[in-house]
Structure formats: C-alpha cells, structure tokens
C-alpha cells in the first residue's frame, strides 16, 4: 500500500468518526474524577435526556464507586446540555448517596464541557460533593 493511500484512508477514517451522528435515546456515561476529601470518584451512570427549546434536560442515575475508605453508592443527578456545535456545555446537580460514609446523602453538583461527536462525548468537569471539590473527565456513548 503506498504511503497516499495509507493516507487517504486515515483522511476518510477520521471523517466517518468525527461526522455527527444522531444520538439515540439513552446515555451511558463514566467519569473519574479527584476528590479534594482526600480521594477519588468513579461513576458509571444511564441517562435520559429530553429535547427542550435550545437545550437537553433529563436524569442521570447509575453506581459510584469512592476511594480512601472505599465506599459504593447511588449517583442521582439532574443533567442539562446546551449544544455549541462540535461542543457542548453541562451542568448536572443531585444527590449521591455514599452507604458506608457519614452523611450518607451528599449533595452533588458539577459544570463541564467537551467534544460531542454525535454519538460520544468527550469531556471535562468540576464542581463540588459534600465537604470537597471534584476534578474530572466523563466520556458518554449514546444508546
């Protein structure tokens, strides 16, 4: 294979990923994230999301899995997107309930953004869970 077609192939693979897809209607989503409480955050969560008048509003519920005691718990957010294109803005407030933790509710809110490549979004967030900034990344597939 000569090197221009090795090219024009990696050129047409780039183009078919980065071509927005329509997404479907649920939302799996994991994230990682630095908790400033002295440990780390890990979620994996299903989303619905709905279309309203230039946004996506919906819930976010799933497993969250916390270092340094470790502790499991129930992440439950309301989830808005705004759409900028290629890009996107989230905002997501809620509960996490964290079993083995006192308090066992804690509240949970986050901004962010990233790349929304149709069917996956790439992302970046911060924000704050009881008593502690969160610091992290979300990659989302729709369904």
Request: aromatic residues 14%.
């Amino acid at each position: 294979m000569t090197r221009r077609t090795r090219w024009a192939l990696a050129l047409v693979a780039v183009l078919v990923v980065l071509h927005p897809r329509t997404a479907g209607a649920f939302e799996v989503s994991g994230g990682a994230a630095y908790w400033t409480e002295n440990s780390a955050a890990f979620s994996v969560t299903l989303g619905k999301l709905f279309d309203l008048a230039g946004f996506k509003l919906g819930p976010r519920v799933g497993f969250a899995y916390v270092t340094s005691p470790n502790s499991v718990g129930i992440p439950a957010d309301l989830v808005a997107r705004f759409g900028l294109g290629t890009f996107y803005i989230e905002g997501q407030a809620g509960a996490w309930f964290l079993f083995s933790r006192d308090p066992v509710v804690r509240f949970h809110a986050t901004g962010g953004g990233g790349l929304d490549l149709g069917v996956v979004r790439l992302g970046v967030e911060a924000g704050y869970l009881h008593n502690g900034g969160l610091f992290g990344a979300r990659v989302s597939f729709s369904l």
